[in-house]
């Protein structure tokens, strides 16, 4: 990613301000300190690993405030439950959904815009509550053999514009 430009003094203080501010962030502000924010436009909304969350400047420029909330809290989670490592030998994609599920479903739980209408860019938020309770791992064998046998269901496809990386 060569457009990577930090964003660590203006991010860091915006969700530091949204953490202080917002009761649905306590527990979350703790891992703030060894976040490091980036913004890029190389993908489309956001991703977060190893300790960065990215950006598109755009997208979070689309947001309203409830919107980024959810994002932020979304992202965090991902590296909170390390996605990443556990993830390792499974399809990415899959393993991704499944793992949106979870963190949307729980997010959805704690109040958080999980719900459409969004400016999220359309295709819907992957929140669907038939996996409530379930684990990533869980989630993700569902998913994968589903998409063994559908590989097209556009049920089981990333949406493009939402909190899903």
């Known amino acids: 990613m060569s457009d990577l430009i930090s964003a660590d003094t203006t991010l860091k203080?915006?969700?530091?301000?949204?953490?202080?501010?917002?009761?649905?962030?306590?527990?979350?502000?703790?891992?703030l300190d060894d976040i490091s924010f980036y913004w890029s436009t190389s993908i489309d909304t956001a991703c977060a690993g190893d300790?960065?969350?990215?950006?598109?400047?755009?997208?979070?420029?689309?947001?309203?405030?409830?919107?980024?909330?959810t994002v932020v809290a979304h992202e965090i989670w991902h590296l909170i439950l390390d996605h990443l490592n556990r993830g390792e030998g499974l399809d990415p994609d899959d393993y991704n959904i499944a793992n949106d599920h979870v963190i949307n479903l729980g997010l959805n739980s704690d109040g958080f815009k999980t719900q459409t209408p969004t400016n999220f860019d359309g295709g819907g938020i992957l929140c669907d509550p038939q996996y409530r309770n379930m684990s990533s791992e869980q989630i993700y064998r569902i998913i994968h053999q589903k998409k063994k046998q559908n590989p097209t269901d556009p049920k089981l496809q990333p949406a493009q514009g939402t909190p899903s990386n």
């Open 51 to 69: 300790g960065f969350i990215f950006f598109n400047p755009n997208f979070w420029d689309n947001l309203v405030s409830e919107e980024r909330k």
């Open 13 to 31: 203080r915006v969700v530091g301000e949204m953490m202080n501010i917002d009761k649905r962030f306590v527990g979350l502000s703790r891992y």
